[in-house]
C-alpha cells in the first residue's frame, strides 16, 4: 500500500522554523521525484521545492528560496522541508509529494497545518 505521511506542522510566530518530515512507503522511493506543495486558505495548490531523484537536484519556488531547504534520506525513506525565516504567507496546508515521470505515477500525502501568526 502506498503512503506518504506528513508530520512536522503546526502554529509558529513569524520568524520562526519548522521542519516538515514526510515517511514513504509501498513504492521504489529512489526511483521518484519527491517535493512538498502548499494550498493556502482559499487558493490552489502550487509547488514549494522539489528535490530529484538522482542527482539530488533540488528546485524551489521564488517565494520561498533562501529560507526553506529540501533534503531526502532514501535508506530512511523520508523527505524533509527545513522552513526557516517564516512569514505569515507561508500558512497553508502542505502536502508531501512524489513523481516518477518514468513509472507515470505520482503520490499524495494527506497533508500537515502550518500557521504562521502572531
Known amino acids: 500500500q502506498v503512503q506518504l505521511v506528513e508530520s512536522g506542522g503546526g502554529l509558529v510566530q513569524p520568524g520562526g522554523s519548522l521542519r516538515l518530515s514526510c515517511t514513504a512507503s509501498?513504492?521504489?522511493?529512489?526511483?521518484?521525484?519527491m517535493g512538498w506543495f502548499r494550498q493556502a486558505p482559499g487558493k490552489g495548490r502550487i509547488q514549494i521545492s522539489c528535490i530529484s531523484s538522482g542527482d539530488g537536484a533540488t528546485y524551489y519556488a521564488d517565494s520561498v528560496k533562501g529560507r526553506f531547504t529540501i533534503s531526502r534520506d532514501n535508506s530512511r525513506r523520508m523527505v524533509y522541508l527545513q522552513m526557516d525565516s517564516l512569514k505569515p504567507e507561508d500558512t497553508g496546508v502542505y502536502y508531501c509529494?512524489?513523481?516518477?515521470?518514468?513509472?507515470?505515477?505520482?503520490?499524495w500525502g494527506q497533508g500537515t497545518q502550518v500557521t504562521v501568526s502572531s
Open positions: 509529494h512524489s513523481n516518477s515521470a518514468a513509472y507515470g505515477l505520482t503520490y
Open positions: 509501498g513504492f521504489r522511493v529512489n526511483d521518484y521525484a
